[in-house]
């Protein structure tokens, strides 16, 4: 079974800091998609990165794939509280088998 | 509106008790899947079909079974549910697997007793 290894696991900040979500692998992918989860409810896909060194941006969020298709940063700028939630790292081989990596809980205070 | 719909939303069980969850999507997509989320496990997949009769084993196949006899549709079964099957259950939807992202359903909240 492939890992996947999210940093951290917890991170609490201010309203307006920048932070950096990183998911780690030793496992080459083909594809490694980001989804944000909220309580009580299933993930939501955010982007799907499969280019090595493909970076994406997504308003105040930057996803980023390692040149080995092995790693992947989400980085959030001037974060708000509307970003809570659970950010979830998932890596593709082949289409059929998704791995999940841990998650990052993500508090974002006004 | 494009979705993955699961039924039900909640359930309590007893041990033994036979049970299935429905899952339902409007998006022709040809890739489904059922993943379990644990406290500390994150999320794991059961099973998964790439298309209509075609299903194989996830991460964590052992007390379930499932059926994709059109494309819609992809029940889980629990033929003699236990309790380490308690557990927050997700059915997913993709058109082509990993490269297209999956579309989740909302949950179904299963508690075996």
């Known amino acids: 079974t492939q890992l996947l290894e999210q940093s951290p696991q917890f991170l609490s900040i201010q309203e307006g800091e920048n932070l950096t979500v990183y998911c780690n692998s030793s496992?080459?992918?083909?594809?490694l998609q980001w989804y944000r989860q909220e309580p009580g409810e299933g993930p939501v896909l955010l982007v799907t990165?499969?280019?090595?060194?493909e970076v994406k941006k997504l308003k105040r969020l930057t996803f980023q794939f390692g040149d080995a298709r092995k790693d992947s940063s989400l980085h959030i700028t001037a974060a708000q509280p509307g970003d809570t939630g659970l950010y979830l790292c998932a890596g593709d081989n082949a289409g059929n088998m998704l791995t999940f990596g841990g998650g990052t809980r993500l508090m974002v205070k006004p | 509106e494009a979705q993955v719909t699961q039924n039900p939303r909640y359930l309590i069980t007893v041990t033994g008790k036979k049970l299935t969850v429905t899952c339902s999507q409007n998006?022709?997509?040809?890739?489904m899947s059922w993943y379990r989320q644990d406290p500390g496990l994150g999320l794991r997949q059961i099973y998964y079909s790439m298309n209509v009769e075609v299903t194989d084993k996830g991460d964590v196949p052992e007390g379930y079974k499932v059926s994709r006899k059109e494309k819609r549709n992809f029940p889980l079964i629990l033929e003699s549910p236990s309790p380490n099957q308690t557990s927050l259950y997700f059915c997913a939807s993709s058109p082509r697997g990993g490269w297209g992202g999956y579309t989740f359903g909302s949950g179904t909240r299963l508690t075996v007793v």
């Open positions: 998006m022709n997509h040809e890739y």
């Open positions: 496992s080459v992918f083909s594809s």
């Open positions: 990165v499969v280019t090595g060194g």
